[in-house]
């Protein structure tokens, strides 16, 4: 189902366990267009961020979802 947010962090998570971190970000990233407090689909962008060794944009991700 295309809007089930479920769905998608199960898919998200499948790809970053396969090391497809640009893919896992986009299934994650659709997560939040679904159910934007998903605090699961921010931790795993910033998870994917953080292991394409991009900090500076991991601690931006973290200010956006903590305010």
């Not at 790809?15 to 986009?26: P, Q, W």
């Not at 939040?32 to 991700?61: D, F, Q, R």
Request: glycine share 4%; with cysteine; hydrophobic share 35%.
């Amino acid at each position: 189902d295309a809007k089930n947010d479920k769905v998608w962090l199960n898919y998200g998570r499948s790809l970053f366990k396969l090391m497809d971190y640009d893919r896992a970000r986009i299934a994650y990233e659709r997560v939040i267009e679904i159910n934007p407090k998903s605090a699961a689909a921010y931790s795993g962008i910033a998870s994917c961020l953080y292991e394409k060794n991009s900090k500076t944009v991991v601690w931006s991700v973290c200010q956006k979802f903590y305010g």
